[in-house]
């Protein structure tokens, strides 16, 4: 074999990849798309044809899907803030040299590693249960009240549940940004008479600003996907107080049948998603740089 | 750094119980799978009970336990085998022998992670009906390759753009081929990243939950979805939702902390180092 022929065999190793990607992506794409457009429900198939903007103005015209849509950025939104905030303050602490710190880094990231559906069920039953659930049984040994976690403030128990989950995540990327951090330059700052707040807000947040702003965009894509939690604690409910854009799509589709409707908000998903995606396009292009 | 004795005690006080705070779910969840079902939701017996092993063997027991774990394991190693053979000539090819596409074509990949799988569930659930792939272990761990495919390459090419193209050049002078120079030059020195990558997509495939509820019901679900089942509200089998998620979680759990030094590059597609 010659060198050239072998170089171009080599610059075209890629496309095995590519065009696996991009059949499993682009073909369900443009399905999408079609379908939104499309008069379609398995339960009624003799109904079916072009129709426009039909499907999109029905979502736009139903409540729920509002409420889906505020559900969708509260959630995230509010892990997001979790994460980011607890990540930070924890990535400081657990930066500092004590005893054992290998080992303690050890339990605090574990959450990250547990599945989904594992991590909400062992939340609902065996802590937020409010009869047998560790809370109230420890809420009422303190002379207090159980709180029925899920029947009062289901949002805010989704929202606890994935903190949990996601803050291992931030936590382990902003360790590592933090260990890579000028050492001598804190010092410097220290001999300059730079406190420690001073320190941590000139120094040390802004060395980590990259690391959050990955964070942001990687927690937000997952985010915007929830499912399995919600589908596993309370289906939506009560009522739409729990329902996302992901779960009333998944109901219109594989509950109704209603595959235009659902197509619809698959849409309306993926553009939320794609405003996201600008963003992170942005950071990682620099990436490439180097 | 000079801290003195006290603030260092404070510190590792409380970092400890921060870390401590966050594990104690799962060390709940461990604890209650070694109770019975009625020790499990008595408060007498918390923390004092009279351990046993009866809830494990009680899943165990339910046949299908096993075959739940069995799709999980096939469908996991099938899907990141699927990822690496993908994955591997592409990141290569990208990293070695780039072209004026190649920027292009990575941030293309990355685009197709901004697609909301709810996006694409009706597409899929109709062409997987079409293709008889519904509840199929292959329907399942190909779409796991499609989840995991651009995180691997990302993360592959991140690792193999930080070995010197010498040794590389120096083996295609000897004449070595494509296939060599992969095999016995880029993969050996390259051995940590690839192990991680696949690590990673292992441990993604494992947790996956929004196809396996979607796409599969019982021949090819894996135990995310069975561990679903336990969502009924009458279900409240506290000892046996443990021992099951226990064994659900721990070999995973096992995998992420040997590997998760090296996880962070991937999670955040060579970002942050």
Known sequence: ?290 | MRTSGAARTSITLLAWAVALLLFFPIAWTILTSFKTESSAIDASEMVHFQPTLASYSEVFERAEYLDFAINSVIVSLGATLLVAILAVPCAYSMAFHPTRSTRGLLLWMLSTKMLPPVGVLMPMYILFRSMDLLDTRVGLSLINTLVNLPLAVWMLFTFFKEIPRDILEAGRMDGAGVTDEIRHLLLPLALPGVASTCLLSLIFCWNEAFWSLTLTSSSAAPLSAFIASFSSPEGLFFAKLSAASTVAFAPILVLGWLGQRRLVRGLTFGAVK
Do not use: C
Not at chain 1, 46 to 75: C, I, K, M, Q
Not at chain 1, 143 to 148: E, I, K, L, S, W
């Open chain 1, 1 to 290: 074999m010659t060198t050239a022929s072998q170089q171009r065999s080599a610059s075209l190793l890629w496309t095995p990849a590519v065009v696996v990607l991009a059949a499993g992506s682009v073909i369900p794409l443009l399905m999408t798309l079609w379908f939104s457009a499309q008069r379609y429900n398995l339960l009624t198939p003799d109904l079916s044809g072009f129709s426009g903007f039909e499907n999109y103005r029905h979502l736009l015209g139903d409540p729920a899907f509002w409420a889906s849509l505020r559900n969708t950025l509260v959630l995230v939104g509010s892990v997001l803030l979790v994460t980011i905030v607890l990540g930070v303050l924890l990535a400081v602490l657990f930066n500092q040299d004590f005893r054992g710190r290998n080992f303690a880094r050890l339990l605090a990231i574990a959450p990250f590693f547990i599945m989904p559906t594992v991590s909400a069920l062992i939340w609902k039953n065996l802590l937020m249960h409010p009869v047998y659930g560790v809370f109230g049984i420890v809420a009422r040994g303190v002379g207090g009240t159980a709180v029925d976690w899920f029947a009062d403030h289901p949002m805010l128990s989704i929202i606890v549940i994935l903190s949990w989950e996601w803050l291992p995540f931030s936590l382990l990327i902003l360790l590592t940004a933090l260990q890579s951090l000028d050492q001598e330059q804190l010092e410097a700052a220290r001999m300059d008479g730079a406190g420690a707040m001073a320190r941590f807000a000139w120094i040390t947040l802004p060395h980590l600003s990259r690391a959050v702003s990955v964070i942001i965009m990687m927690e937000t894509i997952f985010l915007l996907a929830v499912f399995a939690e919600i589908f596993v604690t309370t289906s939506g409910g009560p009522g739409t107080a729990t329902t996302n854009l992901a779960y009333l799509i998944y109901g219109r589709a594989l509950l109704q049948f209603d595959i235009g409707g659902a197509s619809a908000g698959g849409v309306i998903a993926i553009i939320l998603a794609n405003i996201v995606a600008a963003l992170l396009a942005r950071t990682m292009a620099t990436q490439l740089e180097t």
